[in-house]
């Protein structure tokens, strides 16, 4: 069926259903927003539109599709020809999703979601807003998996497996121990952990459910006394089984969880309504209290211990050896051989792959030249590339999950002659990208309060790049974390103060749509700086160890001040990746972080 054929089917089926509009959302039954598994990709299935991010909302004269300034790009040539109106958000004039689906419901109207894929908050929302109109929520319909059918994928059976205490610096155990602590502070019989990475760090697990984040489709159940890991046991090895076990963990099937929690009676829960699909929140019994706040493991996770930080430090190590690798590969071979899109990321996945404990890419590589770059979540496929000459800008924005950390890192690489704004652009990014890097703050800033930093040189030239700076990053977890995030504005998320131990990227960009996209992105950690009678002030330390193009950089519009920055920057490279390489790698290295006068 084409995109169109599939619209016309989902309105047969609302008008036979009597439902007057109908949401698709982008997320899973544990509601992630980003990275889901084939089976919940209704988003893309209706609409053909691949991007990581967005919804569907349909009527019987209408269908649109809302998504941010990361993918307008993308989605102008992905809906074209489907009848799909594209809805950018937070631009002027665009209503938010949720205030679409309010007021084009009719008075007295039936508005149709699946329920298992929206959030209990959401549809808390959505149900008193339509109170007011007469009109009704039926959230047991899923009309697209009706329309799918049996080629709908199954839901992923990726084996767990164990994560040693030498990466971890804690039992499960010890990690059971310190959420039981919270569970007690907050007053709560049980704490449901709903996030995929929640029960992953907690019992030092982790699965191979989506194919570029080690997770698996699990809940947990924790109470004072048990724990309750909801799961499909085909995934469950017997060392798994034991590793659980011993940690007193009771394995129950990924179904029975709710079952479980319609038998919970005169309970308080804790639970992010958030997180907390409708469907299990309808399921609970009145008798049952809800307590809605965040798990306490998203700021447990968030902040590394001294253990995870040597960890991620390492593979971060392995990781700049196999970008330096693939640099030296790309500098060497464009205009020599045939280059496009695509043989240039599969190289780098190969390189990646040489690396002791490499598990699997921590996203789908972004490896875009020239116009396609300002599309900042394009991917190349077979079906879909470009050939790449040496000339102008490659953008390849990347990372490795390993056994000891996980990595993510942009670069934007010249492979030819440059005009003097591509230099200009370039060198402004990199301003930006430093300033936020030498920051100094007090303790209780935000990642909101630092944004300026990045964007300043920007916004200074009017123009900004429609995406956030900076996202948490997992310890061989999700690539992006929070509750820390670097960004601004009306209508964003808000960040958590940063904590040492929290790990950001730093990712200014310029996005000139059809012409160029440039992207410089380091991961930073939060450390301690003086302490004072003003207070703890923290800073950052950069754990990324890979060159910035320098053949890019226009040093005239560098002060003093960022130009040894940079050249710290590129000895601290040179010193951590050279004794892993060649003679003839290490010459180009040596090159490539060659000081700026």
């Not at 299935?45 to 993918?71: E, K, N, P």
């Not at 964007?455 to 030239?461: A, H």
């Not at 193009?549 to 990746?577: C, G, R, T």
Request: net charge negative.
């Amino acid at each position: 069926m084409t995109v169109k054929e599939r619209i016309a089917a989902l309105r047969e089926l609302m008008a036979e259903k009597g439902i007057d509009i109908y949401y698709i959302p982008n997320e899973d039954d544990h509601l992630s927003d980003e990275y889901t598994a084939d089976y919940f990709q209704c988003k893309t299935f209706m609409s053909g539109f691949t991007g990581d991010y967005g919804c569907v909302i349909v009527t019987q004269d209408f269908a649109g599709l809302w998504t941010d300034g990361r993918h307008f790009t993308q989605a102008e040539h992905e809906l074209e020809g489907s009848g799909i109106e594209l809805m950018r958000m937070r631009q002027e004039g665009v209503p938010t999703a949720m205030e679409f689906l309010i007021a084009n419901t009719p008075e007295n109207g039936r508005l149709g979601f699946d329920g298992r894929v929206v959030s209990a908050a959401a549809a808390k929302q959505l149900a008193a807003a339509l109170k007011k109109k007469g009109a009704v929520m039926v959230m047991t319909e899923d009309l697209v998996g009706m329309i799918w059918g049996e080629e709908r994928p199954s839901m992923p059976e990726g084996k767990l497996f164990t994560m040693p205490k030498k990466h971890t610096g804690e039992s499960a155990k010890d990690r059971i121990a310190r959420v039981r602590e919270k569970l007690q502070a907050r007053h709560a019989d049980v704490l449901l952990l709903l996030k995929l990475e929640d029960p992953c760090w907690m019992l030092n697990i982790r699965g191979r459910d989506l194919d570029c984040t080690p997770v698996s489709y699990a809940f947990a159940m924790v109470t004072a006394d048990d724990v309750f890991y909801y799961v499909d046991e085909k995934k469950v090895s017997a060392a798994v089984r034991r590793s659980l076990t011993s940690a007193g963990v009771t394995i129950r099937s990924y179904e029975a969880f709710a079952e479980d929690l319609k038998a919970l009676r005169d309970k308080v829960i804790w639970a992010d309504l958030n997180d907390l699909n409708a469907v299990y929140y309808t399921s609970l019994d009145s008798s049952v209290s809800v307590i809605n706040g965040e798990s306490p493991v998203l700021s447990f996770r968030a902040i590394k211990n001294k253990t995870e930080i040597e960890s991620l430090k390492n593979a971060h190590v392995k990781d700049g050896v196999a970008m330096v690798r693939f640099l030296y590969w790309l500098k060497n071979t464009i205009g020599k051989e045939p280059l496009d899109e695509v043989k240039i990321q599969n190289k780098l996945y190969d390189l990646r792959a040489e690396q002791d404990d490499y598990l699997m890419p921590s996203f789908p590589t972004i490896c875009a030249y020239k116009g396609n770059a300002a599309m900042m979540h394009y991917t190349a496929t077979e079906e879909n590339y470009a050939e790449v000459k040496p000339e102008g800008f490659l953008l390849v924005d990347s990372g490795g999950t390993y056994a000891d950390g996980t990595t993510d890192i942009t670069r934007t690489i010249v492979l030819g002659p440059l005009t003097a704004d591509e230099k200009m652009y370039f060198t402004k990014v990199l301003k930006g990208m430093l300033a936020l890097t030498r920051a100094k703050f007090l303790y209780g800033t935000t990642g909101n309060n630092l944004d300026i930093l990045a964007r300043g040189p920007l916004w200074d030239m009017d123009i900004d790049y429609q995406c956030g700076t900076g996202h948490g990053v997992g310890h061989v977890l999700s690539v992006h974390e929070g509750p820390q995030y670097i960004g601004w504005g009306f209508g964003r998320r808000r960040s958590a103060p940063l904590e040492p131990g929290m790990v950001t990227s730093d990712e200014p960009g310029v996005y000139l749509p059809h012409e160029l996209g440039i992207r410089i992105e380091n991961e930073l950690l939060v450390v301690k700086g003086t302490k004072n009678f003003y207070g703890q002030f923290l800073g950052f330390e950069t754990v990324t160890y890979v060159p910035i193009d320098l053949d890019a950089v226009d040093p005239s519009l560098l002060s003093p001040e960022e130009k040894e920055q940079l050249n710290s920057y590129h000895a601290m490279v040179f010193e951590k990746i050279s004794p892993f390489l060649d003679k003839k790698e290490k010459a180009w290295l040596k090159q490539a972080t060659r000081k700026i006068a």
